[in-house]
């Protein structure tokens, strides 16, 4: 991947300056995922909003831990001549612990951290932050493969280990891979508005630009990773038919367990209850109704067909798990119809 937009002077005085931080054995996705953001942004808006560049120790080609070459335009003296960008992403990937240990960036960081608006990173880049300070009393995530290790090399960082992606003060963190997209989508939200960043979502044929505090994992992961047997068929179950008829007898009765017990078996390996697990997957089925519906179904008849209480429970339980309103939720990732201006393709 050659970088093929480097760090000039802005063309408009709406231009951002976007530098991504590479080297050798970074997530090639950690670099190209919100990269194409932010160039898909320029493209979908029909001028340049983001000027983006690829920073490493040295310019030239570096080698991802997939094998893919990528073409750095910069290194920090060449960004720094330049002048500081508005928004510092470090990418991820298994070579961080390297840089970590040979001490790359960490200077480098430490400088440029007061002069840029926006200092992140994604996935395992937030190792080469902290160790440069600059998570300190802040709150931060990773992938969560790591989040336990970034604890405990890094006690004075607040490590959500569940979070997709984390704002603490301008300091940016994201879980791993397609987070680091959703992080982008964010700053294209924050910097130019839902509208544009939804029509850069679906440009890019995303599910959806998932909220920060959303869960790193489905629940359907969670269940296969902590599962088997009797508990792990009843949950399948579950997951084909959640607004079915699931009382908690008729659950312990097709486990040949008492209701007592049952709940036992899910405080013991899903750290929840059957009550609340079956609500979680009535949401998110109530969710992806709601966003390949246009116009919006009534929260009365969705609540009603997911078996999740009245309208105004529905909307507290949306709230609570997804941030937002569901109102506001469909609006910003919602079916549109087929004539709407917003999901004219970019140019």
């Known amino acids: 991947m050659a970088a093929s937009s480097s760090l000039t002077s802005p063309t408009a005085t709406s231009t951002r300056r976007i530098a991504l931080i590479a080297y050798p054995d970074c997530q090639a996705l950690d670099v190209c995922g919100p990269w194409q953001v932010f160039a898909s942004a320029n ?19 570096l080698t991802t831990n997939g094998g893919l070459a990528m073409l750095a335009d910069l290194d920090w003296a060449g960004l720094a001549a330049r002048g500081a960008p508005d928004t510092l992403l470090v990418a991820g990937g298994s070579g961080v612990f390297a840089e970590c240990r040979a001490g790359h960036h960490l200077d480098e960081l430490r400088e440029m ?39 405990q090399a890094h006690p004075r960082v607040r490590v959500e ?10 300091r940016y963190t994201s879980a791993g891979v397609t987070a680091g997209i959703d992080l982008a989508l964010s700053l294209v939200a924050a910097d130019h508005g839902d509208t544009l960043a939804g029509q850069v979502a679906r440009e890019l044929v995303m599910f959806l630009h998932r909220p920060g505090g959303q869960s790193q994992f489905s629940e359907a992961l969670r269940h296969q990773q902590r599962t088997a047997g009797p508990l792990r068929e009843l949950l399948d179950q579950l997951h084909a038919d ?60 969705l609540a009603d067909q997911w078996r999740l209480g009245g309208a105004e429970q529905l909307r507290r339980l949306f709230h609570r798990r ?10 910003r990732f919602g079916a549109r119809p087929s004539h709407h201006k917003d999901i004219l393709p970019c140019h």
């Open 43 to 61: 493209d979908c808006a029909g001028h340049r909003l983001y000027d983006l560049a690829l920073v490493a120790r040295a310019p030239g080609p």
């Open 113 to 151: 951290a007061p002069r840029v608006r926006r200092l992140g990173a994604i996935c395992t880049g937030a190792f080469l932050l902290a160790q440069a300070g600059l998570l300190d009393g802040r709150r931060a995530t990773t992938h969560w493969r790591h989040a336990d290790a970034l604890t």
């Open 161 to 170: 280990p569940d979070a997709l992606y984390v704002n603490d003060r301008g």
């Open 242 to 301: 959640p607004a079915g008829d699931h009382r908690l007898e008729s659950m312990a009765t097709r486990m040949a367990v008492t209701p007592r017990h049952l709940s036992r078996l899910f405080r013991r390996h899903l750290d929840t209850t059957p009550g609340a697990y079956l609500t979680q997957l009535r949401l998110e089925g109530a969710r992806r109704q709601l966003l390949a519906t246009y116009p919006a179904p009534p929260l009365a008849r």
């Open 322 to 331: 997804y941030g937002v309103p569901p109102s506001v939720y469909h609006e």
